[in-house]
């Protein structure tokens, strides 16, 4: 390590980037100083409307194992080998999400998984946690942070260089930067917003669906899902239009409620015998891209993770993006002897690929809400996974290349994707005249895919 861990680094934050984020920078050495707003989740429940479960993926997994956290959290994690999508009268039909054995994401408890790796950054001697502590403003003119400590009301300031803004998409940091002229933010909201429900436990504990898979309910414009607990129980999401027909705003009652969820989820609809009381006291949260530049002030500040690239959760990456900010972090942190260069560097690394996954995580809502539906997308999902036997040093699925190969870069994997897309139009055009031809496919992916 060439930086010097001769004072200590602050993380505000202590969500799952930040609680990352301190245990990797402890075990190399510095002295990291954690503040968080909300209560230590040791000792308190989870904050009502956020979400309760994630999907993590090879790219999460790898910053985990960077950080020694895998064994500990494993058993927390339930394999998901694809989508079940329930059509209109309930049948259901499983899309894999590759094709080997491996190949699975897993749900995940947000807090089981917060308070695991709190728990083992509080373990570290050089680790220093300080929840209640809700950050006011970053003050780079004067070297400062300013905090407020809820328990007291009492605020004061605390030396800036270096930070990490681990605030999350909502980052107090960011905003007071952006107040002062020294970022520049742009917050592209959804018009879909979403609301939590659950699907409890079967008696005995089961799983009233199959717990092995992501449930969707896609229906064009709106979708429900479900992911499993390990309580037996399903996490549901509504995501739905905020104004219009068949949209929040639309649901003005219970019956307007009841109609829904009959209509377009009967076969979940039965599992969730508190539907109605759930709708009306759960929180009805929102949607949005965050887009910042610059990530970084100097050696005073940096931003992480959904504090400078929030992404919408469509693709299953926002978690597994944030870690991988950790994971890079990480790996630059021998090559740099000031913080300004690492953060910099930092930055470059990463803002083509964080872009990348903004855009494929939005791309990825209009498939799993309505293309999944398209007997052509079933068609060409099975051809790009043949293709992918066949010829398998050359071609590999989108969503596989995100999922589960965390050595090709979110940027390399949208570049490859539109490529790869493109042959399988042509290819499918053809085989609609006819068999799928192999030795054009082969002849295409190697002009085209190096």
Request: glycine share 8%; net charge neutral.
């Amino acid at each position: 390590m060439t930086l010097l861990a001769d004072r200590p680094v602050n993380v505000v934050g202590a969500g799952l980037a930040g609680a990352l984020l301190a245990l990797l920078l402890a075990r190399r050495g510095f002295a990291v100083a954690v503040y968080e707003r909300r209560s230590d989740p040791r000792l308190a429940g989870s904050e009502r409307g956020r979400s309760i479960n994630l999907a993590l993926a090879s790219r999460g997994i790898a910053a985990l194992e960077r950080a020694g956290m895998m064994e500990r959290i494993r058993p927390l994690l339930i394999p998901m080998r694809g989508r079940m999508v329930h059509s209109l009268p309930g049948e259901t039909q499983l899309h894999p999400y590759g094709q080997r054995q491996e190949e699975v994401i897993y749900s995940v408890s947000r807090a089981d998984l917060n308070r695991a790796l709190i728990e083992e950054a509080a373990r570290h001697p050089r680790v220093r946690l300080r929840f209640r502590w809700t950050c006011l403003a970053a003050q780079p003119e004067a070297g400062a942070l300013r905090f407020r400590d809820e328990s007291t009301g009492s605020e004061c300031n605390v030396p800036i260089a270096p930070t990490f803004a681990t605030d999350g998409a909502g980052s107090a940091i960011r905003s007071s930067l952006a107040a002062a002229g020294l970022v520049e933010v742009r917050e592209d909201r959804l018009d879909h917003d979403y609301k939590e429900l659950t699907l409890p436990a079967a008696p005995g504990g089961r799983h009233p669906l199959e717990p092995h898979a992501l449930h969707i309910w896609p229906r064009g414009g709106f979708m429900l899902i479900a992911l499993p607990n390990t309580d037996g129980s399903f996490t549901a999401t509504l995501f739905l239009a905020r104004s219009g027909a068949d949209s929040f705003d639309s649901l003005t009652g219970p019956d307007q409620v009841r109609t829904l969820f009959q209509t377009q989820f009967a076969d979940a609809a039965r599992l969730m015998p508190r539907l109605l009381e759930d709708f009306a006291s759960h929180p009805q949260g929102q949607l949005g891209t965050v887009y910042t530049g610059p990530w970084h002030l100097g050696e005073q500040v940096l931003l992480l993770g959904d504090a400078a690239h929030a992404i919408v959760p469509f693709h299953g990456q926002g978690m597994n993006a944030a870690f991988e900010d950790c994971l890079v972090l990480d790996g630059l942190l021998d090559r740099h002897d000031s913080w300004d260069a690492l953060f910099a560097d930092f930055e470059r690394a990463r803002l083509p690929d964080t872009a990348a996954i903004a855009r494929m995580a939005l791309e990825n809502y209009v498939e799993m809400r309505d293309t999944v539906r398209d007997p052509a997308y079933v068609r060409r999902k099975a051809l790009a996974m043949e293709l992918e036997r066949r010829f398998p040093d050359r071609f590999i699925p989108r969503y596989s290349m995100v999922m589960f190969h965390p050595e090709i870069a979110y940027a390399e994997a949208l570049r490859r994707g539109a490529v790869q897309a493109a042959i399988l139009a042509e290819l499918d055009d053809r085989r609609l005249r006819g068999e799928v031809d192999f030795d054009m496919a082969r002849a295409l992916i190697a002009e085209r895919l190096a």
